[in-house]
Structure formats: C-alpha cells, structure tokens
C-alpha cells in the first residue's frame, strides 16, 4: 500500500517561495518516477516537476524552470518541492505522485502515467 501526504502549502505573495513536501509511506520508492503536479480550479492537471530514481534526473515544465526545484531524502521517504519567485499564476492545489515509467519518468508530466497520488496541498499567490 502507498500513501503520499502533502504538505506545505499556504499563501503567499508574490516574489516569496516557500517548500513544499510529500511524505511517503509503503512502497512508494519503489516506483522510478516522483512527481509534483498541479490543478487550478477550471484547469487541467499540470505536470510541473519529476525526479527519477536512481538517476536523480530532474525535469521541469518550461514555466517553473529556474524557479521550482525538486529534490527528495529517500531514506526520509520524502519529496520536496521549492517553490520560489512566486507568481500569482502559480495559485493551485500541488499534488505529488508515484508511479513505474520505462524509462524512467519518460512520461513524467502525464497524470495517466502515474500510479499513486497524495490528496493535494493549496498554494495561494496574491499580487
């Protein structure tokens, strides 16, 4: 059983960051893709950042690059997000995500691609 809690979220103004984090239980490292997503009321879910395992590549959607960073504790079982130079476009609720790609997290911003997700954290940005 995997299970994926977030937490985190808060809101902000622009120009702040903050982290956010995804703790894991179960099997979920076992899975070679880590992702963050995101959905903002009336969009779709958005892929946003993926790590995969054991490279420790990284990938970002072109809007957060230089911005986002993702990292992971394995031995913590936790996924992180940093979230930095916010904008308001950036308000959404940010999921994290497990699941078995091949290769790995070769479909990383796709939410069919993944197996497991946490319930979701809000991030809200002010101008």
């Known amino acids: 059983q995997v299970q994926l809690v977030e937490s985190g979220g808060t809101s902000k103004q622009a120009g702040g960051s903050l982290t956010l984090s995804c703790e894991s239980s179960?099997?979920?490292?076992?899975?070679?893709?880590m992702a963050w997503f995101r959905q903002a009321p009336g969009k779709e879910r958005e892929g946003v950042a993926s790590?995969?395992?054991?490279?420790?590549?990284?990938y970002y959607v072109d809007s957060v690059k230089g911005r986002f960073t993702i990292s992971q504790d394995i031995a913590k079982k936790t996924l992180y997000l940093y979230v930095g130079s916010l904008k308001p476009e950036d308000t959404a609720t940010y999921y994290c995500a497990a699941g078995w790609q091949s290769p790995a997290c070769a479909a990383w911003n796709l939410p069919s691609s993944f197996n497991f997700w946490g319930q979701g954290t809000q991030v809200t940005v002010s101008s």
């Open positions: 790590i995969s395992n054991p490279s420790g590549a990284t």
């Open positions: 179960g099997s979920a490292y076992s899975n070679n893709c």
